[in-house]
């Protein structure tokens, strides 16, 4: 069985040009340990791409996790969900007994490894060195099994006239909404966090909200048209058909004169990702189109290459709440969109 | 003497308001780490700010990495580098000897602590969560005793004719000087990577470069002017005086109208820096001004807030050495600067 998973992983790196597999097998002694490294190195000496082995493991010997694990595992699983819990319960305790016997925990602190114990509170990296690793070691230190949501925005709607900005009806409707709905929605004497993207019309759509930790990073300004920065699509269009024609075929990859690309802006993301994972407190997101697409398409796990064609409506909330299966999401529309401002 | 330290160090957080304060203490007992927690919990109490402990411990059993500090400790040292090799490494370990046993590792899991074993091969963490102990880590898992060289330097000079991009004298002076002055100046045998900012100017720059291991990096862009982008220096104080005198107040926190600061430009900057620190091969980064006086004022520990007045010689090969006492500089000028272009 774990051998046709590994032939299985090589032909994904071989034949499919994949990066990265993630190799989950039933059993890991200390002699699989070796052979799945051994086989790696193997690949090399056939001239084959050079493929490392991070291992990690999940060690967990805190009663409380361990049972709020066991009774999420009982209430979702299929093969769990419709069972007596008591008895459930005592098959599921007598599994892991004798999986136990199964698993050797890494010693060899010749190979890559990251142990997780107690999820995140402890944790041990041996031999991580290059980017890849490090950022998977950081991910790994910020996931948690806490449940708070994260909700998502775009900037309500204003006009600019002779350099005033004033909210639309509909916008200064969504505006007065905010508040309420949060307040509606927040768990019992719950934090807070704002982030906002640092221009007026994202500051001034959380003007109304009551909480103080409201915080401006440049990390979610709108992506970057470089010299074509505060012009139209109509505009570009017009007066750089090359740019708009290059833009067109690869919305993704084509990156602006002296900007960005969706792809950079992805990359620019990676680490305000990652500390949204780490929250533990709820959290509100104010930002444009650009930065919005992209953060759904990380949370909803899909194609992030097709995040510049999703249309999200304007004046709606999108709440994000995490979940054993990844990240459930309910959409609240507070306000209508006026279309063409 | 560890009472009088640990006071200086609450008067430098109360007094002076700062943020972070590096305590070493002279040994370090289970005795003195219990002491020093809950001093700090005690200031809590007293309504002053709240201030967390993250142990640091650098862990070491390698003897060829022992030996190797050992001896650049014998070298440079003020009160060692006089005396005779021999005589000084006995003396030097019979110290370390004696001061063993007054240094007790961490085994409190209630405390946060990262524990950095032979030089980052293997790295502890425990009760690492939020955002600046993350930053930290990373930091502590990148760095390394390897030696290399780091070169930072501005693209050519180009010309722009008609959409042409053709280099001037002095631009192609440098670009053919640069591969000749690297093959010099590189250890034997050793690989490059060369990091530069996504344009035209910076790739046609490292054009002639005989190593393949290019990356044109979004990160590396140059500070984004937003509205302003493509203007020069006249052209905003012209047609922009406002945003202009702003600027011109203060440089280094200003904002351009959807763009960047300085201080936006340090924050993307960080975890760059952070893979610059982690590499153990040399590498070449060629990068406009504004990016390149940060990474100039990183190095060279100066204050990052007068970055934005640093004038940077063009056409010149900035070589950074890391060294024991940080990071050491000698200017290479390839080719003489048009000003005025």
């Not at 909210?167 to 309420?180: H, I, N, V, Y």
């Not at 909480?211 to 750089?240: R, Y």
Request: glycine content about 4%; proline content about 6%.
């Amino acid at each position: 069985m774990t051998k046709r998973m590994l032939t299985d992983m090589f032909e994904w790196f071989d034949q499919e040009n994949g990066e990265v597999a993630i190799f989950i097998p039933w059993v890991t002694t200390h002699h699989l340990q070796k052979r799945i490294v051994s086989r790696c190195h193997q690949e090399v000496n056939r001239g084959k791409k050079k493929v490392e082995v991070l291992f990690v493991e999940n060690i967990c010997d805190d009663p409380s996790i361990l049972m709020e694990n066991m009774k999420v595992k009982l209430k979702y699983a299929p093969e769990w969900k419709d069972r007596p819990l008591k008895e459930s319960m005592q098959s599921l305790q007598t599994q892991i007994v004798k999986y136990q016997t199964k698993f050797d925990t890494i010693n060899d602190d010749s190979f890559s490894y990251v142990k997780i114990i107690n999820l995140r509170s402890k944790v041990i990296c041996n031999g991580i060195f290059g980017h890849l690793p490090s950022v998977i070691t950081t991910f790994l230190m910020s996931i948690h099994i806490g449940i708070r949501p994260v909700w998502l925005t775009t900037p309500a709607q204003f006009t600019h006239t002779d350099g005033q900005l004033s909210a639309t009806d509909d916008g200064e409707k969504f505006r007065r909404q905010l508040p309420l709905f949060l307040q509606k929605r927040l768990p019992n004497n719950s934090d807070l966090i704002v982030f906002t993207a640092p221009d007026k019309t994202s500051s001034k759509t959380v003007e109304y909200l009551p909480w103080t930790h409201k915080i401006e990073t440049p990390v979610l300004n709108l992506l970057s048209a470089g010299v074509c920065t505060g012009m139209s699509k109509a505009d570009i269009a017009n007066k750089m058909p090359e740019v708009w024609q290059k833009w067109r075929k690869d919305p993704y990859h084509f990156r602006f004169p002296s900007g960005e690309s969706y792809e950079d802006l992805v990359y620019r993301l990676d680490p305000f990702i990652l500390q949204l994972e780490r929250f533990t407190v709820p959290v509100l997101v104010v930002v444009h189109d650009t930065v919005l697409q992209v953060l759904y398409s990380y949370f909803k796990n899909q194609d992030v290459t097709q995040s510049p064609l999703l249309h999200l409506p304007k004046h709606t909330i999108i709440e994000l709440a995490s979940a054993r299966t990844g990240w459930t999401e309910k959409s609240f529309p507070l306000a209508k969109a006026e279309e063409n401002i």
